[in-house]
């Protein structure tokens, strides 16, 4: 009986990490296919670039603003209910994008409508993985945010065929509908009960390295709002997502202007999402082993090395490289952001924290490429917007160095 019941509950852990994985791919992979659409709207309508792409900054803050309150709602009712109530706004957000006919419809639908959607896509995923496998957290959390790269890749690529297919509109309430059912689909089968199969895991797999040794105590949130470590790892995160958006936002622009083809400069974009994914897996394997702190830091100092080498980068073999040491980079970082929350505070309010750090990062990726932006129209090349990027990075790096778990 014991047996079967060990048995059962070991089953179900892994069935909400493809739940988890699942999530990320549709939710994450369906916000970046927003680019595929964004030579459509602007043939069809005439819009300035700027107008298009500040509904999906707008998408991008309001994912952090209301993670807040996902994270906050999720500690207290459980992940089931608030995905089933995100994948409502997510799918209608979308399905409403293919009658979209002015500016402020496409703030509405796409913005405000699919932003809130959004917002419990890494919230809930990495706060429900980061609960129920307390001893492979950084494993498992890595290989969900695999995820993340998987959906980047094939949701785009499934939007541009549609669109050739069956044009734009259709194409959008083709994808949001999917989506949606994907995503209330999975939501049935979210728990919160976890304690059980950590018991478990601790006696089966006794050789991996306990994170939870170097955990404190579980802080409550009010607690944790009262401590520096906690707004100290915001504003590391603010710092660090302003980067990274920053890059991905800006890199294809400035592969063009140093003369690389719309082909090259596309394949330095592809080859920071595919080394990504070895990166967010690789990371999470190590955070197991070192520890999410110095997973980052090693990150960090792979990101600062990889912005010294763009600004020295003027052939299409030196971006290709600069792409694979910034993609590991990228990966790695995304990843431990959810193991260090826990790492630092615990697990018992793991997603109201989680929603805030996550939420700081949001800001940081909505204002990164704004300003990365204005220094290029000010200056006339990304120079001085990369070596903003580097002591902005460095500035997160020393902020972490100092970063130590929470002492009841």
């Known amino acids: 009986m014991l047996i079967n019941r060990t048995t059962s509950v070991k089953s179900y852990g892994y069935i909400i990490f493809a739940a988890c994985f699942s999530i990320q791919a549709v939710g994450i992979g369906s916000y970046v296919a927003y680019g595929v659409f964004f030579n459509e709207l602007m043939s069809e309508f005439q819009w300035p670039r700027a107008v298009i792409s500040g509904a999906s900054s707008l998408a991008f803050f309001m994912m952090g603003v209301f993670g807040i309150l996902i994270g906050r709602l999720n500690d207290r009712y459980g ?7 995100t994948s409502f706004f997510f799918g209608v957000g979308f399905i409403l994008m293919s009658q979209v006919n002015s500016i402020l419809q496409l703030y509405i639908f796409y913005g405000i409508l699919f932003g809130i959607g959004l917002s419990s896509i890494d919230v809930i995923a990495l706060s429900t993985i980061a609960r129920w496998f307390s001893l492979r957290r950084g494993a498992m959390t890595g290989l969900v945010k695999v995820g993340t790269g998987a959906g980047q890749f094939s949701i785009p690529l499934i939007a541009s065929l549609l669109i050739g297919l069956v044009g734009w509109r259709h194409t959008y309430l083709i994808i949001g509908s999917v989506a949606s059912i994907i995503l209330f689909g999975v939501a049935q089968v979210l728990k919160r009960d976890h304690q059980e199969y950590q018991r478990i895991s601790k006696r089966d797999t006794p050789s991996i390295r306990q994170v939870n040794n170097n955990e404190t105590s579980s802080l409550s949130f009010k607690k944790a709002k009262k401590t520096l470590q906690l707004w100290n790892l915001c504003v590391v995160n603010f710092m660090v997502i302003f980067c990274l958006l920053s890059i991905l936002i800006h890199i294809v622009p400035h592969a063009r202007d140093i003369g690389l083809s719309t082909s090259q400069a596309a394949g330095v974009l592809s080859t920071i999402g595919g080394v990504s994914m070895i990166g967010r897996f690789v990371s999470g394997l190590a955070i197991d082993r070192y520890g999410s702190r110095t997973i980052m830091i090693s990150c960090l100092l792979l990101l600062i090395t990889a912005l010294f080498w763009l600004q020295v980068a003027e052939s299409p073999w030196m971006l290709f490289l600069f792409a694979c040491f910034y993609g590991l980079a990228h990966g790695g970082l995304f990843t431990a952001v959810s193991p260090i929350v826990a790492e630092i505070f615990g697990i018992k309010a793991h997603g109201t924290i989680l929603g805030i750090v996550v939420c700081f990062g949001t800001t940081g990726g909505a204002i ?18 990369f070596w903003t990027l580097i002591i902005i990075s460095a500035c997160s790096l020393g902020i972490l160095s100092f970063l130590q778990p929470v002492k009841k």
């Open 79 to 85: 992940p089931r209910l608030l995905m089933t109530a």
């Open 368 to 385: 990164g490429p704004i300003i990365a932006g204005q220094i290029f129209d000010m200056t006339g090349s990304y120079i001085t917007s």
